[in-house]
């Protein structure tokens, strides 16, 4: 199965699963979406498992052309991309489980 991202601009509305008759490649599987929820709609492929454009988006994920990736929505206000088009928090997460970030004191916490 295909999956395509229905795009607002460089922001991700929804995806769709498309069976793979009706979307051989991008600019088909494009057309056919298209098809179904009209001519002015865009769209853009992706990958559950994260061949294309870096990660599967969902709603609310935006999408950088120059780099060709979905981002991820920043998790806290803080956080910055890194090269990888990957949230970082501003120290790094400590090792072990049971830590979250704490935005209001800019720290981890454990759980």
């Given at each position: 199965m295909a999956h395509f991202a229905q795009m607002d601009g460089a922001t991700v509305m929804r995806v769709i699963v498309v069976?793979?008759?009706?979307a051989p490649d991008e600019a088909a599987g494009i057309a056919f979406c298209k098809s179904l929820f009209g001519?002015?709609?865009e769209w853009l492929q992706?990958?559950?498992n994260?061949?294309?454009r870096k990660q599967f988006p969902g709603a609310g994920f935006t999408y950088d052309a120059g780099?060709?990736?979905?981002?991820?929505?920043r998790p806290f206000p803080s956080w910055s991309l890194d090269a990888n088009h990957d949230w970082q928090p501003p120290t790094p997460k400590p090792d072990g489980d049971g830590w979250r970030w704490d935005e209001s004191?800019?720290?981890w916490v454990q759980a």
């Open positions: 069976n793979n008759a009706d001519a002015e709609t992706c990958s559950y994260g061949n294309i780099a060709d990736v979905f981002i991820a929505p004191a800019l720290e």
